[in-house]
T-cell receptor, first 114, second 114 residues
Framework: DSGVTQTPKHLITATGQRVTLRCSPRSGDLSVYWYQQSLDQGLQFLIQYYNGEERAKGNILERFSAQQFPDLHSELNLSSLELGDSALYFC?????????????FGPGTRLTVT | AQSVTQLGSHVSVSEGALVLLRCNYSSSVPPYLFWYVQYPNQGLQLLLKYTTGATLVKGINGFEAEFKKSETSFHLTKPSAHMSDAAEYFCAVSDQGGSEKLVFGKGTKLTVNP
């Protein structure tokens, strides 16, 4: 158990809908990262927050957004969903602001768009 | 831009045999290098990491990796495979300049035969 929790574990929704994925980092970790894992694209970095502020952005679509709250949990919002958004979404956390520190991964949320 | 190439999407070994998973990276600055393991239906777990110093890095579960700058490689090895090593292995890179994101390879699925 990494100490990172993600809810829900599975999510099935229809095209055009909007969903919210939630992540709670390990106790004491200030950085939260979101990754998408799909069969065709592999594991891709989406976005990072550090202590409530956006820190780095990767291949995140404009239909996707994220935020980190004062209690340090983070939410990833996916809107106008398309079939291609079906993937496993991982949250990771680390104590450090940079990639020097280890990132601890949650169990993921499997999103299926039908 | 950084990139990671993992040679061989599938590797099959016999129990007790040497495990060798290959990883080559591309980075314009000295990299931090990581190996993560993903068991079925689970998140990623850090096996080992190289930041600076000793180029031979020992990790958990008997795995080790050697950073070879001249070959831009960070291959993962284990002298004797165990059935419980069957999983998918990911090599990742982040740069020392403070870029927070991890860039992952496509992964290598390891099968261990009895």
């Amino acid at each position: 158990d990494s100490g990172v929790t993600q809810t829900p574990k599975h999510l099935i929704t229809a095209t055009g809908q909007r969903v919210t994925l939630r992540c709670s980092p390990r106790s004491g970790d200030l950085s939260v990262y979101w990754y998408q894992q799909s069969l065709d694209q592999g594991l891709q970095f989406l976005i990072q927050y550090y202590n409530g502020e956006e820190r780095a952005k990767g291949n995140i679509l404009e239909r996707f957004s994220a935020q980190q709250f004062p209690d340090l949990h983070s939410e990833l919002n996916l809107s106008s969903l398309e079939l291609g958004d079906s993937a496993l979404y991982f949250c990771a956390s680390s104590v450090a602001i940079s990639g020097v520190g280890e990132q601890y991964f949650g169990p993921g949320t499997r999103l299926t768009v039908t | 831009a950084q990139s990671v190439t993992q040679l061989g999407s599938h590797v099959s070994v016999s129990e007790g045999a040497l495990v060798l998973l290959r990883c080559n990276y591309s980075s314009s600055v000295p990299p931090y290098l990581f190996w993560y393991v993903q068991y079925p239906n689970q998140g990623l777990q850090l096996l080992l990491k190289y930041t600076t110093g000793a180029t031979l890095v020992k990790g958990i579960n008997g795995f080790e990796a050697e950073f070879k700058k001249s070959e831009t490689s960070f291959h993962l090895t284990k002298p004797s495979a165990h059935m419980s090593d069957a999983a998918e292995y990911f090599c990742a890179v982040s740069d020392q300049g403070g870029s927070e994101k991890l860039v992952f390879g496509k992964g290598t699925k390891l099968t261990v035969n009895p």
